[in-house]
């Protein structure tokens, strides 16, 4: 018997029950989806993650003074500075930009409202860092910033308390009275653990000594040229600082690395475990494919007997049942890739813009691969079965 003729064999003996194919199918269509799904779902969560943190702004260090304790107050020697700022450009290479912020809390008349608000002072290079989004207006320029300009930036939230466009309105903080030049929103939320909150204004940093007499830096950025550089630059950030202020100081000198690093922790964990599913699921349609396979040799005894008497080979009869268990696996393992490929088509309207779910061509090739694998081997008791069998006795058998 030809390879052609082996073939046109094992197709007819799958069409003959069309319903015990399919059923045994199921289980290689779920191992097969799951292992295109494991590397969908990790490329996703990754792309997704560093997405979210590219928005908040890639490649950070930030620095903050930490207090001595519960009620003590920090010098103000021991404060962050724009001279700190200037000292950590100037001495570190791989800094391409430096900003620093500070905050304070005012209650402020809105429509006749009063409304609690965060006004934050932020120093030229802040927009660079933190990608903030213009949504209306625009955001400050050089002369803003050197001028002590009473030019401010309102949140969005905060721009929707006003019954009109809020671009070229006045607000009143305290004794001062600011010009509403645009309306930002953040990149990617940050649900207030930055120095951005819902009701937030910014002004030019300068403009705190108004409030504050004496200013200082709360938070300092300071962002690396390349990603690999942000080690060597949260060291050379912490020896800068320490350098400048006295030896009790304490300051908080850290990046986004940890979050990174949660990040692929969580990947690898979600892709242990989809992977676990995948190999149970693929497992279970073997044993299936065996199962079924065991019971068709035991139909197809006397065909077997038949094939033997007039010549076939006991190579012959193998190969023509290890076809069956690759067909079932093989056709399985298509409907499969095709269910897993199309749901990410499917839910693309439904997520957000800026996420783009990806199909790794490689982790196709992975799971037809594999489930054709498991479907050959777990065939190969069957086959062997069939091939052992004696031609009298197969004659004999009804």
């Not at 892709?271 to 299936?288: E, F």
Request: aromatic share 8%; proline share 5%.
């Amino acid at each position: 018997m030809n390879h052609a003729e082996s073939w046109r064999v094992a197709l007819e003996a799958l069409r003959a029950d069309k319903v015990k194919a399919a059923l045994t199918m199921i289980g290689v269509i779920m191992g097969s989806a799951c292992i295109v799904m494991v590397v969908t779902v990790a490329l996703t969560g990754k792309k997704y993650i560093m997405a979210q943190i590219e928005g908040v702004g890639s490649n950070l260090v930030y620095v903050q003074v930490l207090a001595g304790g519960a009620g003590q107050t920090t010098p103000l020697a021991d404060q962050l500075s724009v001279q700190d700022m200037q000292a950590v450009r100037d001495s570190i290479p791989d800094v391409i930009h430096v900003a620093g912020t500070n905050d304070q809390l005012f209650t402020m008349p809105i429509n006749g409202k009063e409304r609690a608000v965060s006004l934050i002072g932020v120093t030229p290079e802040f927009q660079e860092i933190r990608n903030l989004e213009i949504l209306r207006g625009r955001y400050f320029d050089p002369v803003d910033m050197e001028s002590y300009s009473k030019a401010a930036l309102i949140s969005e939230p905060l721009s929707k308390a006003y019954s009109v466009d809020p671009v070229g309105q006045t607000l009143k903080v305290g004794d001062l009275t600011f010009t509403i030049i645009g309306v930002f929103r953040e990149r990617v939320a940050t649900f207030g653990q930055s120095e951005i909150t819902p009701d937030s204004i910014i002004v030019p940093f300068p403009i705190l000594k108004f409030y504050m007499g004496e200013t200082y830096v709360r938070t300092l950025y300071a962002q690396a040229a390349q990603p690999e550089d942000v080690p060597f630059v949260t060291r050379r950030v912490r020896d800068v600082i320490r350098s400048r202020h006295r030896p009790e100081a304490t300051y908080m000198v850290e990046n986004l690395t940890s979050l990174l690093q949660a990040a692929a922790s969580i990947s690898r964990t979600l892709t242990i475990v989809l992977l676990v599913v995948a190999l149970i699921a693929l497992t279970i349609s073997g044993v299936g494919i065996m199962n079924i396979m065991l019971v068709t040799v035991t139909e197809r005894t006397r065909e077997i007997g038949i094939r033997k008497a007039v010549g076939a080979r006991r190579r012959e009869i193998q190969y023509q049942f290890l076809l069956e268990a690759f067909l079932i696996s093989g056709t399985g393992a298509i409907i499969g890739i095709l269910i897993a490929t199309s749901v990410p088509v499917m839910i693309q309207p439904f997520l957000p813009g800026n996420l783009h779910v990806p199909i790794s061509g490689i982790s196709v090739g992975l799971a037809f691969l594999v489930t054709c694998t498991f479907g050959v081997l777990f065939g190969y008791l069957p086959a062997n079965r069939a091939a052992s069998l004696q031609p009298t006795e197969s004659l004999h058998y009804e």
